[in-house]
């Protein structure tokens, strides 16, 4: 097959451009700044250069098309658009938001005036142990979190307290010496019990420091969000 033209990829780009405008929020397109090409009768750089913004664009497009929620996709004929949504299991994003809320809810529990757990050493910090088994009673037999999974996490917690992923077992002389002020979190897998979602999480520290919680969280579709309406109980699977 013979290369395309500067003028045939000219007209590619131009094509594509239409169709994924529309989907672009205004702002975004304002935005766009592309340098027009210096000398007449060159294409390449213009072309170059459109590319270029092709490539913000998509990703901009990507961006847009994440926030909408898991089952925001055009409803069957027939069937009416105010059945109330839930997140398709195959929805890998979703599992990572409820991963992030179950852990944001037990760290902020520590920061409640008069309410937070008692006996605990004192943490400024956690890690979360993605192993797919990480202590006895603690098995998340799944996949490792994506790394997209864990960007997700992460902006679930970047105003509570840093937090950060161990793709490993924790070793086994862990310790307050080793993990200084550090709460090690373990999560289960993400049970759908359809009309509502369920998930493990337990905190525990190293050894030579003291306390341990755990909870199991019961998550819910709220318009276009998941939310943690009930905690109902430690974690028992």
């Known amino acids: 097959m013979p290369d395309p033209t500067d003028e045939e990829l000219g007209t590619l780009l131009r094509e594509t451009f239409a169709a994924r405008e529309a989907l672009i929020p205004r702002a975004v397109l304002d935005d766009r700044s592309v340098q027009a090409a210096t000398k007449p009768g060159r294409a390449m750089p213009a ?48 599992d990572a938001d409820v991963w992030g809320l179950a852990i944001g809810t037990m760290l902020r529990s520590f920061q409640l005036p008069g309410k937070k757990p008692r006996g605990f050493s004192p943490f400024t910090k956690a890690m979360v ?9 603690r098995v998340r037999p799944g996949p490792q979190f994506s790394p997209n999974q864990r960007v997700v996490m992460f902006s679930h917690t970047l105003r509570i307290m840093p937090v950060t992923i161990l793709s490993r077992s924790l070793p086994e002389n862990a310790s307050c010496t080793t993990y200084p002020k550090t ?7 993400v049970l759908d019990k359809g009309d509502h979602l369920e998930v493990d999480v337990a905190l525990s520290m190293p050894a030579g420091c003291s306390g341990a919680t755990s909870a199991r969280y019961r998550v819910e579709p709220r318009d276009a969000h998941w939310v943690i309406t009930q905690n109902l109980g430690p974690w028992n699977r």
């Open 129 to 137: 142990v993605d192993s797919p088994s990480t202590a006895p009673g």
């Open 183 to 189: 709460a090690i979190i373990r999560l289960s897998d």
């Open 47 to 94: 072309l170059l250069a459109a590319a270029v913004v092709l490539v913000v664009l998509t990703g901009a497009l990507y961006g847009v098309q994440r926030l909408r929620p898991a089952d925001a996709g055009e409803p069957a004929a027939g069937v009416s658009a105010a059945v109330t949504p839930t997140a398709s299991s195959a929805y890998t994003t979703r």
